[in-house]
């Protein structure tokens, strides 16, 4: 049997933040393969009786290829589960090309990636008008190395919001590259751990200059998302810059204004 496998984003850990085509396919399964150590189990509750579920914590890329391809030969729908979005931080390449080698068919569902959960979770927004209108996703040097122009100084200059992956245990380094970029000590930042996970998520709001020791007292050292954002705190600030598109004033294809136009500001 020539079965496919499927890279499936489970989203940043709430089983209820999958995407309903990743739950058919995981309904469907004979074998799924997950990343147990940040995919909550629950999420595994999806696949039927008698579907083959390995965690993969303790497996090499080259054990998890070798897995993947052994179950595509014996069952028409493979799932590999994988937290957030699998195209980020998710070495999705390095297992697709040796099923490509061995002439098995391969797809990615995309699922809900953390950084966005953790916005969510702490009721805060990526962009907002004539604040920022850019997200960058990114992380710091650790064993990875970062390529040429991508240290996080060197995105920090942008001043846009900045979801920082796989860097609670660099704090010391996030926090002196925006301040080398020009970010002020005081500038708010977010520390959320396990973003939706039932019981288990916990937000830290600090700023530059005393999230390290906010995360310490939390003891956040794993799973968290970092982020530096000047739309940060938005929810409470007495003045807003108004979306155009929902503006009284604003005609688009799909709505005429319907007051005067120039209200471009708004105090709250
Ligand atoms: N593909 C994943 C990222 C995998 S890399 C995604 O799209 O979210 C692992 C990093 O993701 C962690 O170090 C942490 O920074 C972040 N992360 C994963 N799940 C998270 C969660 N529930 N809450 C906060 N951060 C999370």
């Not at 209820?16 to 739950?23: N, Q, S």
């Not at 052994?70 to 099923?99: F, K, N, W």
């Amino acid at each position: 049997m020539a079965g496919k496998v499927w890279f499936v984003g489970a989203g940043p850990g709430d089983p209820e933040l999958l995407t309903l085509k990743g739950r058919r396919l995981l309904e469907t399964a004979g074998a799924v393969l997950y990343a147990g150590s940040l995919v909550d189990q629950a999420t595994t509750l999806f696949a039927p009786p008698g579907c083959e579920v390995r965690d993969s914590k303790d497996m090499t890329l080259e054990e998890m290829s070798a897995w993947l391809l052994e179950q595509s030969r014996r069952h028409a729908c493979v799932v590999r589960l994988q937290t957030g979005d699998p195209g980020l931080y998710g070495a999705l390449i390095e297992m697709t090309r040796p099923l490509t080698a061995a002439g098995v068919d391969w797809a990615v569902v995309p699922g809900v990636s953390s950084a966005m959960a953790s916005m969510a979770a702490a009721g805060e927004t990526l962009t907002l008008p004539e604040v920022t209108q850019t997200v960058i996703l990114t992380r710091v040097a650790g064993r990875t190395p970062m390529p040429p122009g991508e240290d996080l100084e060197a995105l920090a200059a942008h001043k846009t919001t900045l979801c920082i992956y796989l860097s609670i245990t660099l704090l010391h380094k996030v926090q002196e590259a925006l301040l080398a970029a020009g970010w002020s000590e005081d500038a708010p930042i977010l520390v959320v751990q396990k973003a939706s996970w039932p019981n288990e998520e916990k937000i830290v709001r600090g700023t530059i200059k005393d999230i390290k020791r906010k995360c310490q007292n939390e003891k956040i050292a794993s799973q968290a998302m970092i982020v530096a954002s000047p739309t940060l705190g938005a929810a409470d600030w007495p003045d807003l810059i108004r979306s155009k598109l929902y503006d009284p004033a604003f005609t688009h294809r799909f709505r005429k204004a319907s007051a005067p136009a120039a209200i471009s500001t708004e105090t709250l």
